[in-house]
């Protein structure tokens, strides 16, 4: 059975000299997170190639991620940086899976857990420095203390995450890196001491040294995206991940003539338009109707009418010799043209992490890598 006509290339060469090119930055190791099927791009060829790099020690969301790593990569250190349940926490000492403690309860379920089956659970102890999210505060300070007694547990880190550091202005983020290294000092004077520190995200990597300790979590730059507008456009990081797909058809329609639902594209002029097999089902979103733009032949056109769930339609008008098989660029190079997730995300007013995650499952994911050809 051959692909669909729709599939999203993932260049591991990319992704190696991204990682190259951040490690650059950095005297600490690097914990690459991989969470959400590595930001969509698909986590076990991600975290293959990342390995071949050097990366020891990934980070990811939720347990079930961390499990998948496991099952293919049991040598390897594995983070959930997200919340787990207190019923996750056989599974988290048996497979030796790294949670993040931001609640007592949670530290002595694990510490029943790992008396249980007679071993040392790892732990890493999550401070709130300000995003307000998840994290223990400098009130909870007696509960940390606990959790430095109870048995069969080894806090081997502590970490936070910066609400700003991809601004250019880094003034909350030097208050959230003194509260952080504050409430460090304190645990360490009161006598827990704890090895590994980290803090430093994309952004923190790229433009705040101060904050990078013992490990930093590189994210969405490893896939050769910035981590805004501010910051990170002058590192040479190339996108990892394409999307392409074919045209399925082409018509020309006449002035006056409406294509999609709820017809609110009309044909100034009689216009050639071309359909690809793709929609909102697949992640291309719906706010993309009428203002999103495709690569074809190397140029530009616009997406008419409403996105449907799998399809699109595009106006190819000025475009000469498009038809029916023609390889259409979602994300991508072609030609001198390039369509980024950043741009698109501003057409829509999102972030780029949220085009390349929220590209769906049904399309298929390509491996190219060009150092094993």
């Known amino acids: 059975m051959g692909l669909r006509q729709v599939w999203a290339e993932v260049n591991l060469q990319t992704l190696k000299e991204n990682y190259f090119k951040l490690q650059a930055y950095t005297k600490s190791e690097m914990m690459p997170i991989v969470k959400a099927d590595a930001y969509g791009h698909g986590v076990i060829p991600v975290v293959k ?46 497979e030796e899976i790294i949670p993040s403690v931001f609640q007592l309860s949670q530290a002595q379920a694990l510490s029943e857990a790992a008396v249980k089956q007679s071993k040392a659970a790892r732990i890493h102890i999550k401070i709130d420095t300000g995003m307000n999210r ?17 048995p069969n547990l080894f806090i081997e880190g502590i970490f936070t995450h910066f609400a700003t550091s991809d601004q250019r202005d880094l003034s909350f ?41 013992e490990l930093v979590r590189a994210g969405i730059s490893l896939y050769g995206l910035t981590p805004s507008s501010q910051v990170g456009g002058t590192v040479g990081l190339e996108p990892v991940m394409s999307w392409k797909a074919k045209v399925s058809h082409v018509k020309g329609i006449k002035t006056g003539e409406a294509v999609s639902y709820g017809r609110t594209f009309q044909a100034a002029y009689p216009t050639r338009v071309a359909t690809i097999p793709v929609g909102y089902a697949d992640g291309l979103r719906r706010a993309l109707s009428n203002k999103g733009e495709m690569l074809i032949h190397g140029r530009r056109s616009i997406m008419i009418g409403r996105i449907c769930m799998d399809q699109t339609m595009l106006e190819v008008t000025k475009i000469p010799g498009v038809q029916v098989g023609d390889v259409v660029t979602i994300l991508g190079k072609d030609g001198y043209d390039q369509i980024t997730a950043t741009e698109m995300a501003e057409w829509i007013d999102t972030i780029s992490y949220e085009v390349v995650c929220g590209i769906s499952k049904r399309v298929p994911r390509v491996y190219v890598d060009l150092t094993e050809e």
Not at 60 to 72: D, K, S
Not at 139 to 144: E, L, N, V
Not at 173 to 195: C, H, M, S, W
């Open 173 to 213: 983020v030097r208050e959230q890196l003194d509260r952080f290294q504050t409430f460090y000092n304190k645990l360490k004077e009161a006598g827990l001491t704890i090895p590994i520190r980290h803090a430093a995200n994309s952004a923190a990597i790229l433009q705040f040294p101060e904050s990078h300790f």
């Open 49 to 94: 190639t990342l390995m071949a790099c050097g990366a020891k020690r990934f980070g990811v969301a939720l347990m079930q991620e961390a499990l998948e790593i496991r099952a293919v990569f049991p040598e390897l250190t594995v983070m959930v940086i997200g919340a787990t349940e207190l019923d996750q926490s056989d599974t988290l000492v048996k």
């Open 134 to 150: 998840i994290g223990f505060r400098e009130r909870d300070f007696a509960d940390i203390m606990k959790i430095g007694s109870l």
